[in-house]
């Protein structure tokens, strides 16, 4: 499994202009990120699709992007997948197109999607948009989400570029600090050109306007992308982690004290390993002996 280490930014759109797109790319590059998402839409609402038909879109190929920034990023394909009713799995399971991508996102448009976003849907972040950036939250679905290892996602691009959806995604993100006290949160840019691109120590400072702690803040540009890519690269191939930790002063009932192994033995020692049990000598325990306190009259 790969070690994904670095500043991470999980959503960036991909663009018609491989030029624009290659800007931004070298823009995160020059910033200091080190793992990057290109994110693809899919709208099961608007496109349910048909039985014969894949209608999850093909992952788009990111060879040539890497090549012209000589390997210092990891490119990565991420879908996102807008849906209100859970048949939605219908289609997943049987894509062959989704298997491709190494990120699964939703956005569920209803209450109950959130649910079953929550508690069956096999995807690794739960994003939004503005039609439902006012979508009811649970606070029991949020922490089996959780428990699921699911990362809640904000989006801080479009909170500069409009006014309208910066209250949006402030009032999205002080949802997440009031239902799950931000855990499992992930700050991304959904940046659609160079401009709208943040150094990842001004990322930690928006999260701090995001309702996020600092240490939170650094966690969800840092620490919270990398368990996220882990637990993405189990989920597609099948395989659990497992974390090994070294305990010092650990004490084995096998082992020898040290005492046992830097005391000598002796030949009589050495001789009563060999002997058989006739020989062995029985020694009785020594017979306990009262004193008699004489009490002179």
Do not use: W
Request: charged share 25%.
């Amino acid at each position: 499994m790969n070690k994904f280490t670095g500043f991470c930014d999980l959503c960036i759109p991909l663009s018609s202009s491989n030029k624009d797109m290659l800007e931004t790319l070298k823009e995160l590059q020059e910033l200091g990120y080190k793992n990057v998402a290109i994110e693809q839409i899919y709208d099961h609402i608007n496109n349910p699709g048909e039985k014969n038909n894949d209608p999850i879109p093909a992952a788009a190929d990111l060879s040539q992007f890497s090549k012209s920034l000589k390997g210092h990023l990891r490119l990565l394909n991420r879908l996102t997948i807008i849906y209100a009713e859970a048949s939605v799995t219908l289609i997943t399971n049987r894509s062959a197109n989704m298997r491709q991508y190494n990120l699964v996102s939703v956005i569920p448009a209803t209450e109950d999607a959130f649910q079953h976003a929550c508690q069956t849907m096999p995807c690794d972040i739960i994003s939004y948009n503005l039609d439902t950036v006012r979508g009811k939250l649970s606070r029991k679905y949020y922490f089996l989400a959780v428990s699921r290892n699911i990362m809640f996602e904000i989006k801080y691009a479009p909170a500069i570029a409009s006014s309208n959806d910066r209250k949006g995604t402030i009032s999205r993100a002080h949802r997440y600090h009031s239902y799950g006290k931000s855990k499992n949160v992930i700050i991304s840019s959904e940046a659609r050109h160079r401009f709208q691109v943040r150094g990842p120590y001004d990322v930690a400072n928006l999260g701090l306007i995001f309702g996020l702690s600092e240490e939170q803040s650094k966690y969800a540009i840092l620490g919270a992308p990398r368990k996220l890519l882990i637990a993405a690269e189990a989920r597609r191939h099948g395989k659990a982690g497992l974390v090994v930790t070294y305990r010092q002063n650990a004490i084995d009932s096998d082992d020898y004290s040290e005492s046992e192994i830097e005391e000598p033995s002796t030949d009589d020692e050495e001789e009563s390993d060999g002997n058989d049990s006739d020989h062995l000598q029985t020694e009785e325990p020594p017979s306990k002996i009262a004193k008699l306190d004489m009490i002179n009259c």
